[in-house]
T-cell receptor
Framework: NAGVTQTPKFQVLKTGQSMTLQCAQD?????MYWYRQDPGMGLRLIYY???????DKGEVPNGYNVSRLNKREFSLRLESAAPSQTSVYFC?????????????FGPGTRLTVL | RKEVEQDPGPFNVPEGATVAFNCTYS??????FFWYRQDCRKEPKLLMS???SGNEDGRFTAQLNRASQYISLLIRDSKLSDSATYLC??????????FGRGTSLIVHP
């Protein structure tokens, strides 16, 4: 099992460009999450999907959109990248309910917006 | 009060020492808690779950104090390989998992 995979691993964008971060899990988990991690700020939840077909905003959703394509895949889109979106992005998944189960994380995408 | 608070450290300890971190939370309805470990530039990985009063796994002990609304992580006989950032996770508003900012541990020879 690959667990949670993310692509790309690194990306450099110019202000105003768009891109989609891809995430897939092979553990048949119901819940999936997108976080960003900035120095000194810890992990902050951008969007989550408690089950296939549903998505909800987290703590910092502005500037992002998500799609739960199927049970395996949960993508994060930046429509018009800004330097403030320079960060490390982690995708995670978990079985069962949102808070009662271990989250498994992907290796992260390191995004720089110039 | 922030939802989840941790002392960022760093905690700088010699090999063999015992070290403890605390994590305070504001949502009194929280039922399940977690400690994750994150190595530099890597993804977080689950270290321990804390569902009731506490949990022990080898050199690691996690405890929950509901009255004072904090969880703790105790590491005994510290190893060089324990050097990492330790993140606590608490259910926040709408039961969304909320991460603390992490506590940095450096174990030196």
């Amino acid at each position: 099992n690959a667990g949670v995979t993310q692509t790309p691993k690194f990306q450099v964008l110019k202000t105003g460009q768009s891109m989609t971060l891809q995430c897939a899990q092979d553990m048949n988990h119901n819940s999936m999450y997108w976080y960003r991690q900035d120095p000194g700020m810890g992990l902050r939840l951008i969007y989550y999907s408690a089950s296939e077909g549903t998505t909800d905003k987290g703590e910092v959703p502005n500037g992002y959109n998500v799609s739960r394509l199927n049970k395996r895949e949960f993508s994060l889109r930046l429509e018009s990248a800004a330097p403030s979106q320079t960060s490390v992005y982690f995708c995670a998944s978990s079985d069962g309910t949102l808070v009662s189960n271990e989250q498994f994380f992907g290796p992260g995408t390191r995004l720089t917006v110039l | 009060r922030k939802e989840v608070e941790q002392d960022p450290g760093p905690f700088n300890v010699p090999e063999g020492a015992t070290v403890a971190f605390n994590c305070t939370y504001s949502n009194s309805a929280s039922q399940s808690f977690f400690w994750y470990r994150q190595d530099c530039r890597k993804e977080p990985k689950l270290l321990m779950s804390v569902y009731s009063s506490g949990n022990e796994d080898g050199r690691f002990t996690a405890q929950l104090n509901r009255a004072s609304q904090y969880i703790s992580l105790l590491i005994r006989d510290s190893k060089l390989s324990d050097s990492a950032t330790y993140l606590c996770v608490v259910p926040g508003g709408s039961y969304i998992p909320t991460f603390g900012r992490g506590t940095s541990l450096i174990v030196h020879p």
